[in-house]
Nanobody
Framework: QVQLVESGGGLVQAGGSLRLSCAASGRTVNGCTMGWFRQAPGKEREFVRAIGWNGANTYADSVKGRFAISRDNAKNTVYLQMNNLKPEDTAVYFC??????????????????WGQGTQVTVSS
């Protein structure tokens, strides 16, 4: 059974940066799409970024030019580098994974493994 553990969340001022990490255990991430979603209080979970096994990736318009995703298959880890953070980025960030997915999806229903989430709070 796959386990995903996020880390790196915290409190940061607007304009600052954070890097989230998601470490997978239980199986290799080779051949799997890894992604990040987020959920703000009172809102539905929304897509942030995802990266396929071959490096192809997709992103939400709201994070274009600010958030970057990368993966280290040797470490079974995916990263989300978040720059120029805004108060509206405040949310719980969730790591997710789906093996065998050819094109990274923006739909949470397409993923079947999820982490517990890490809180990101951006103050104005």
């Amino acid at each position: 059974q796959v386990q995903l553990v996020e880390s790196g969340g915290g409190l940061v001022q607007a304009g600052g940066s954070l890097r989230l990490s998601c470490a997978a255990s239980g199986r290799t991430v080779n051949g799997c799409t890894m992604g990040w979603f987020r959920q703000a209080p009172g809102k539905e979970r929304e897509f942030v970024r995802a990266i396929g096994w071959n490096g192809a990736n997709t992103y939400a318009d709201s994070v274009k030019g600010r958030f970057a995703i990368s993966r280290d298959n040797a470490k079974n880890t995916v990263y989300l580098q978040m720059n120029n953070l805004k108060p509206e980025d405040t949310a719980v960030y969730f790591c997710t994974m789906k093996c065998g997915m050819v094109v990274p999806s923006r739909r949470d229903d397409d993923y079947d493994s999820w982490g517990q989430g890490t809180q990101v709070t951006v103050s104005s």
